[in-house]
T-cell receptor
Framework: NAGVMQNPRHLVRRRGQEARLRCSPM?????VYWYRQLPEEGLKFMVY????????ESGMPKERFSAEFPKEGPSILRIQQVVRGDSAAYFC????????????FGEGSWLTVV | DAKTTQPNSMESNEEEPVHLPCNHS???????IHWYRQLPSQGPEYVIH???SNVNNRMASLAIAEDRKSSTLILHRATLRDAAVYYC?????????????FGKGTHLIIQP
């Protein structure tokens, strides 16, 4: 049973480019969460999605960041016009629809903006 | 905004038990206590969770105070591979967006 899959694992972008991070939840999970971890800091919640719905985006920066979880395919975290401060590890997690509120994390995507 | 308080760091010797404390004095009746750990350059890993009773699994034990305002994660015999940051968080029974905030956790150092 594959875990939460994230890709790419490492991504380098120049300032002003776009970054797209993908997350495939565990089989049977329909809830997806995105977190950001800046160097030497803790995990910061960004957004919580269910299929085709954004449930809570209270942790998302107001500009340049967006997330989606379409009916088919992985969840996408999109960062437009990246800046150096966006360099961080981005973690995706998923949880099942019913029972259980444990969330399971992927290995992360490391974004470096040069 | 984390609702839990943990020591910044702890140190222990290999093959000895480790007790990691967590205070959560504002816990509500429906909050589960969850523990995760994060090894360097990896994603957080679920360790254990509980509501009122003490819990055991293959990774660790969780001791919950009778008033539920504190809990302790117990690693019975620490190995070097247990060196990680340990996070204690509160999750409401219904899951959802609440209780998804991680604090800074406890950085556990294991000495050989």
């Amino acid at each position: 049973n594959a875990g939460v899959m994230q890709n790419p694992r490492h991504l380098v972008r120049r300032r002003g480019q776009e970054a797209r991070l993908r997350c495939s939840p565990m089989k049977g999970h329909s809830h997806v969460y995105w977190y950001r971890q800046l160097p030497e800091e803790g995990l910061k919640f960004m957004v919580y999605l269910q299929k085709e719905n954004i449930i809570d985006e209270s942790g998302m920066p107001k500009e340049r960041f967006s997330a989606e979880f379409p009916k088919e395919g992985p969840s996408i975290l999109r960062i437009q016009q990246v800046v150096r401060g966006d360099s961080a590890a981005y973690f995706c997690a998923s949880s099942p629809l019913a029972a259980g509120n444990t969330i399971y994390f992927g290995e992360g995507s490391w974004l470096t903006v040069v | 905004d984390a609702k839990t308080t943990q020591p910044n760091s702890m140190e222990s010797n290999e093959e000895e038990p480790v007790h990691l404390p967590c205070n959560h004095s504002t816990i509500s009746g429906t909050d589960y206590i969850h523990w995760y750990r994060q090894l360097p350059s990896q994603g957080p890993e679920y360790v254990i969770h509980g509501l009122t009773s003490n819990v055991n699994n293959r990774m660790a034990s969780l001791a919950i105070a009778e008033d539920r305002k504190s809990s302790t994660l117990i690693l019975h015999r620490a190995t070097l591979r247990d060196a990680a940051v340990y996070y204690c968080i509160l999750r409401p029974a219904g899951g959802g967006a609440d209780g998804l905030t991680f604090g800074k956790g406890t950085h556990l150092i294991i000495q050989p």
